[in-house]
């Protein structure tokens, strides 16, 4: 059996021309979610899953609609072939159901992976050339220094409450007990 998969992040947003699309390729069903791609709570891409079966195939209009991120693909496309179902976008042109398109996915997986890797590594760079400068990222502290040492002084000289601490200070009682 063909299954089609249609995803739309919001819900003012139309899953007409994906339908249309999965329907025109030979989606005998159609399971859709109006939620973001991020998550991975879809209760109809869940169901879809719970149904496939021995030589079901999954189509979307393009791998986006399945997931967000490479790795949630991979995984979802996983787990389809552990059912025995393949996986085909129609977009990108890959379907797992033969041996050509499981090599074209592999590839085109590892070359996301890579691209991936090379963005971090890229970023990580960056930050540490920025740290050599002087610059360090993240939030600014809530606390001045001399306001740290009074905090640890009431706290651990006086013994008051880090909720009357954190209070006197405009701060959380979290940021108190880390100081």
Do not use: W
């Not at 989606?27 to 209760?43: L, N, Y």
């Amino acid at each position: 059996m063909i299954f089609g998969y249609a995803r739309v992040s919001t819900d003012d947003q139309l899953l007409d021309a994906q339908t249309d699309a999965l329907t025109a390729a030979g989606a005998e069903r159609i399971f859709s979610d109006k939620i973001s791609g991020s998550t991975r709570k879809r209760p109809q891409l869940n169901q879809l899953l719970d149904q496939l079966r021995q030589g079901d195939v999954i189509v979307v209009t393009k791998y986006d609609r399945l997931a967000r991120s490479l790795r949630d693909l991979l995984d979802i496309v996983e787990t389809i072939k552990e059912r025995g179902g393949g996986f085909r976008s129609l977009a990108e042109d890959i379907n797992t159901t033969t041996p050509a398109g499981r090599l074209i996915f592999h590839v085109f997986a590892s070359i996301a992976q890579f691209e991936r890797e090379r963005i971090s590594e890229r970023t990580k760079e960056g930050l540490e050339a920025a740290r050599k400068r002087g610059r360090v990222g993240g939030r600014p502290p809530a606390l001045s220094a001399a306001q740290r040492d009074e905090v640890r002084r009431m706290r651990d000289e006086e013994g008051r409450r880090l909720t009357e601490i954190a209070r006197l200070f405009c701060v959380s009682v979290k940021t108190v007990r880390r100081t």
